[in-house]
């Protein structure tokens, strides 16, 4: 079963007199960014094998992101859609890669 | 105590000493005891998201049970390889190389965590910190050997 979040809520009245609304989340043509924050125990060559697992990176670009969370802090590893993003996002946590995403400026 | 590849693509740690059976007992014992929710870490930067909420509710549950289901797998490998005097083998395949590499980032996290290893020198660590920071170091060492001979 799929159980990453919605953005939805459901009201509608029922027979029994439940009230439920759906209010759907329309701002889906705003791209969404992953990214990986830097950490004190992952080991360099593990977030490049990682990057290069989940998103099928070739590793010359997977081992440039990681320098770039090393050297910065952070690194923007992806970036599309929200829903892609939310399974991306899980996926690197699942990882124990410490992750966020934002929308795109 | 050694650590070395398998023909199979796999790992194998011999287990020699009494001493070794402890460091490996160890593993879950430094993962679990800090009392760190690793979960709640990997996520910390996603708490002034919008989506935050529900990604405690549905996410986070989750995450918290292949975390725990890593150390359980490492839990039962060691107590099927031996009874803890005499000495003995565990194998780690290919398979499981996920779980043994995670449940072994999990014990060096809590372990920094608790310790501070990046900020201190062995000749100011206490006994129980220098004992701390061997046993992360080990941990460390059979990553690199899994990263190195399964992983990739």
């Not at chain 1, 770039?68 to 690194?75: D, S």
């Not at chain 2, 918290?64 to 797998?73: G, I, K, M, Y």
């Not at chain 2, 565990?90 to 310790?115: K, M, P």
Request: with cysteine.
């Amino acid at each position: 079963m799929d159980r990453r979040p919605r953005r939805r809520t459901c009201r509608s009245l029922t027979m029994s007199g439940t009230l439920t609304q759906t209010i759907e989340d329309v701002s889906l043509d705003v791209p969404w960014n992953v990214v990986v924050h830097d950490d004190p125990v992952n080991l360099m060559t593990y977030v490049t094998l990682v990057l290069m697992k989940i998103f099928g990176y070739p590793e010359s670009r997977a081992a440039a992101m990681m320098m770039e969370v090393h050297k910065r802090g952070r690194a923007i590893v992806w970036t599309g859609e929200r829903e892609k993003a939310e399974f991306y996002t899980q996926q690197l946590q699942a990882h124990q890669l410490k992750t966020s995403m934002e929308k795109t400026e | 105590m050694k650590v070395a590849p398998t023909l199979k693509g796999g790992l194998r740690i011999d287990i020699e000493t009494p001493l070794d059976w402890m460091v490996l007992r160890c593993i879950s014992y430094d993962a679990r005891g800090g009392g760190i929710d690793l979960a709640d870490r990997v996520s910390a930067p996603m708490a002034g998201d919008e989506a935050a909420g529900d990604w405690q509710e549905y996410v986070l549950p989750e995450l918290r049970e292949s975390f725990t289901a890593q150390l359980d797998a490492i839990e039962a490998a060691i107590a099927h390889a031996g009874d803890g005097e005499e000495p003995g083998e565990v194998f780690i395949t290919r398979e499981d190389s996920d779980l043994w590499y995670g449940g072994l980032n999990q014990a060096r996290l809590a372990l920094e965590e608790r310790y501070g290893f990046s900020s201190a020198t062995l000749e100011e660590m206490t006994p129980g910190e220098r004992s701390a920071w061997f046993r992360s170091q080990f941990y460390l060492h059979v990553q690199s050997v899994l990263l190195d001979h399964v992983l990739k």
